[in-house]
Nanobody
Framework: QVQLVESGGGFVETGGSLRLSCAAS????????MSWFRQAPGKQRELVAL??????NYIDSVKGRFTIAGDPAKLVLNLLMNSLRPEDTAIYYC???????????????WGQGTQVTVSS
């Protein structure tokens, strides 16, 4: 069973930076995509950044400020967040869609989340 663990969250002032990391334990066959989601209090979880087939995509509100990078072969994922704003405050989740074995279906896996708080 693959498990994802995030780290790097914390408290930062407006304009500051944080780097989130996600590491996996357990064996897997192939990673299809890796991503970062976030969920603010009272809001739905939203996709923040996606890494798939060497390409990246971001929601408009973080473009130019956040950078996603990782190694699908090792299931390691990072999110560099610059110029942070109070509206970036949320729990950030690492996610990976992968096959555990060659015959397994693609399935999403989630980390437990890490809190990011940006003060105004």
């Amino acid at each position: 069973q693959v498990q994802l663990v995030e780290s790097g969250g914390g408290f930062v002032e407006t304009g500051g930076s944080l780097r989130l990391s996600c590491a996996a334990s357990g064996s897997f066959f192939r990673v299809s995509s890796m991503s970062w989601f976030r969920q603010a209090p009272g809001k739905q979880r939203e996709l923040v950044a996606l890494l798939q087939d060497g390409s990246t995509n971001y929601i408009d509100s973080v473009k130019g400020r956040f950078t996603i990078a990782g190694d699908p072969a090792k299931l390691v994922l990072n999110l560099l967040m610059n110029s942070l704003r109070p509206e970036d405050t949320a729990i950030y989740y690492c996610s990976a869609t992968l096959k555990e074995r060659g015959t397994s279906p693609l399935k999403p896996y989630w980390g437990q989340g890490t809190q990011v708080t940006v003060s105004s």
